[in-house]
């Protein structure tokens, strides 16, 4: 797998040598399509690179946004200065905003956004959501830790409403209590961990714009560790930093099944006509947090995992 994504990252460092030219250099060729990254994270590499393993056969323009508005202005200016391309890839949240604003008239596929309702409902737009179905998270966690019955969540009804009420439909199905804190701030959410770590078993960060900041995160961290409460993730990335698990996507299939959706477009399917998809969720484990919070994972579970740390 490590070889496989060195290979594709290189193909992407290569192909990047193509946004030195305009899109109209070779317009006698196939419909061009647009990459955007918003930044240089690897989970990002590695969905660009599964987006372009699947589409070989598509010309393909990569940009990287950078942190300035200097640099986006700069993709901008390249994107207009040639012929309009077939399609839009965007790779995070600022990249998909930017293709939005920007270039409505492109067509759009979008992946890995937190939070994807703001690009909903558009006609011009669809993508991969990072949401993996909240039963299956929660049958995973229970599957893993069965003595766990209460789990808190802290969320901002603003973007998670609706995953919220999924969740609390399947926590009554599977036997759980899912114990809920709302917020509108990241200032809040401190309080909210202190609220709910004297009533949980487990603690589950959910995606969420709001709740997510790197200083949330360590504070999560620092109370499951204290007070010995497993915390849920769902990201593989919050696992290596220290969360005990999580049912993730995998991001090289996220970017295939974007690939596979931007190939329909350019078949001739509207966006329009393609809902969302949402990834598989696989295993992802971090042993040295099992240690710290005096938990064994049985043998039989390692064996499933995707990814252990």
């Not at 069965?146 to 901002?156: C, E, L, Q, T």
């Not at 995606?207 to 995160?217: C, H, L, W």
Request: a positive charge.
């Amino acid at each position: 797998m490590r070889n496989r994504f060195r290979k594709f990252s290189c193909a992407f460092l290569l192909l990047a040598l193509g946004v030195l030219f305009p899109l109209s250099a070779r317009v006698e060729e196939s419909p061009a399509v647009a990459i955007l990254l918003s930044g240089k994270q690897p989970a990002f590499q590695e969905v660009a690179a599964g987006f372009m393993e699947t589409a070989r056969e598509i010309r393909l323009f990569p940009f990287e946004l950078g942190g300035t508005e200097e640099s986006r202005g700069k993709v901008i200016k390249t994107l207009r200065s040639g012929a309009t391309p077939a399609a839009i890839f965007a790779v995070g949240s600022q990249a998909a905003e930017l293709a939005q604003k920007d270039f409505p008239e492109v067509p759009l596929v979008f992946s890995m956004v937190l939070n994807p309702e703001p690009f909903l409902g558009h006609p011009n737009t669809t993508g991969i959501t990072m949401k993996i179905h909240p039963r299956d998270q929660l049958q995973a966690f229970k599957k893993i830790l069965p003595r766990i019955r209460k789990i808190g969540v802290i969320y901002d009804p603003e973007q998670n409403r609706s995953t919220i009420a999924e969740a609390q439909a399947a926590a009554r199905e599977i036997g759980l209590t899912l114990l809920e804190k709302r917020v509108s701030q990241t200032r809040e959410i401190a309080n909210a961990i202190k609220d709910l770590m004297y009533l949980v078993d487990a603690f589950w960060i959910i995606p969420d714009q709001t709740v997510i900041s790197k200083e949330s995160f360590q504070y999560f961290l620092e109370t499951s560790i204290e007070r010995k409460i497993p915390l849920f993730a769902f990201s593989g990335i919050l696992v290596k930093g220290g969360a005990l698990l999580a049912l993730a996507p995998d991001y090289q299939d996220m970017g295939r099944q974007a690939g596979n959706l931007t190939k329909k477009i350019l078949a001739g399917k509207s966006p329009q006509s393609l809902p969302p998809l949402s990834p598989e969720g696989h295993l992802v484990l971090n042993q040295h947090t099992a240690q710290a919070l005096d938990l064994t994972i049985p043998p039989e579970i390692l064996k499933t995992a995707e990814k252990t740390y």
